[in-house]
T-cell receptor
Framework: GQNIDQPTEMTATEGAIVQINCTYQ??????LFWYQQHAGEAPTFLSY??LDGLEEKGRFSSFLSRSKGYSYLLLKELQMKDSASYLC??????????WGAGTKLIIKP | NAGVTQTPKFRVLKTGQSMTLLCAQD?????MYWYRQDPGMGLRLIHY???????AKGEVPDGYNVSRLKKQNFLLGLESAAPSQTSVYFC?????????????FGEGSRLTVL
């Protein structure tokens, strides 16, 4: 079956750096996505990786290793507003998005 | 520019009742999706549409029907609601195929079935 694994919850300190990991097993691969979802709100797009390597976008970076079935989202200079759930999703060979359950990130002062 | 709008935002139903959720997008997007989100689980695709007049089943289509009569609207129907359909429902749209990356989501519709 298809599976996306990410930690359920993580805690970090304001101003620090946190890395959220995502591992996947899917039937084919056509890209990996990260979305941010604040409590009670809709998900919003953060990043898209289809080739191996690191994509940097401001304080957020996303890394992909297709051979390892692995990605991470790196958040730098954490702010209280970064408290949210972070969703990892993989597009399979049928161009369907398979979603992880999300990682709830708690930022402490 | 409203983006993706879902109505209603909240609804309480009794088992066996029917209802329709409306999703409207003003971005002229071809692709539209209905997801449900339950605690501890990822978003699960119910039905989707790749253009006006077309619909297809997703991962969890049972108990739901959809229609896309106009490009901007995607309706999700529950013919006979069950407590297992208590969930938060999200509509999303995308300009083209999924390789463009960005889904635009509505604010969600919280449905409770008693």
């Amino acid at each position: 079956g298809q599976n996306i694994d990410q930690p359920t919850e993580m805690t970090a300190t304001e101003g620090a750096i946190v890395q959220i990991n995502c591992t996947y097993q899917t039937s084919g691969f056509n890209g990996l996505f990260w979305y941010q979802q604040h409590a009670g709100e809709a998900p919003t797009f953060l990043s898209y990786n289809v080739l191996d390597g690191l994509e940097e976008k401001g304080r957020f970076s996303s890394f992909l290793s297709r051979s390892k079935g692995y990605s991470y989202l790196l958040l730098k200079e954490l702010q209280m507003k970064d408290s949210a759930s972070y969703l990892c999703a993989v597009m399979d060979s049928n161009y369907q998005l398979i979603w992880g359950a999300g990682t709830k990130l708690i930022i402490k002062p | 520019n409203a983006g993706v709008t879902q109505t209603p935002k909240f609804r309480v139903l009794k088992t066996g009742q029917s209802m329709t959720l409306l999703c409207a997008q003003d971005m002229n997007h071809e692709y539209m999706y209905w997801y449900r989100q339950d605690p501890g689980m990822g978003l699960r695709l119910i039905h989707y549409s790749v253009g006006e007049g077309t619909t297809a089943k997703g991962e969890v289509p049972d108990g739901y029907n959809v229609s896309r009569l106009k490009k901007q609207n995607f309706l999700l129907g529950l013919e006979s609601a069950a407590p297992s359909q208590t969930s938060v429902y999200f509509c999303a749209s995308m300009e083209g195929g999924l390789d463009t990356g960005e889904l635009f989501f509505g604010e969600g519709s919280r449905l409770t079935v008693l």
